[in-house]
């Protein structure tokens, strides 16, 4: 079955980098789109980046030129690479991926931006 692990989540000072990281098994990962979600306390979900089987990356416009997401075919891993962190970037990180039909979701990761 579809399995998505997210890791790398923590506690950081404004300005400071986190880098998280899916760990994807139960479908073929090569073939397919992966995503980025983020949910604050007390908001909808958002979309904060996407990456393409073709590595096309797309993000939201409050985290462009701030976050980079990548993926390692080889190891069915996907990155996400935050930097210059806000304390709005604070929320639970999830890994999503539509397959067959279906979207698949971790359990998530907590990132706190904070002094």
């Known amino acids: 079955q579809v399995q998505l692990v997210e890791s790398g989540g923590g506690l950081v000072q404004p300005g400071g980098s986190l880098r998280l990281s899916c760990a994807a098994s139960?479908?073929?990962?090569?073939?397919?789109?992966m995503r980025w979600y983020r949910q604050a306390p007390g908001k909808e979900r958002e979309l904060v980046a996407s990456?393409?089987?073709?590595?096309?990356?797309n993000y939201a416009d409050s985290v462009k030129g701030r976050f980079t997401i990548s993926r390692d075919n080889a190891k069915n891993l996907v990155y996400l690479q935050m930097n210059s962190l806000k304390p709005d970037d604070t929320a639970v990180y999830y890994c999503?991926?539509?397959?067959?039909?279906?979207?698949?979701w971790g359990q998530g990761t907590q990132v706190t931006v904070s002094s």
């Open positions: 999503n991926t539509m397959y067959r039909f279906r979207s698949y």
């Open positions: 139960g479908f073929p990962f090569s073939n397919y789109a």
């Open positions: 990456i393409t089987n073709a590595d096309s990356a």
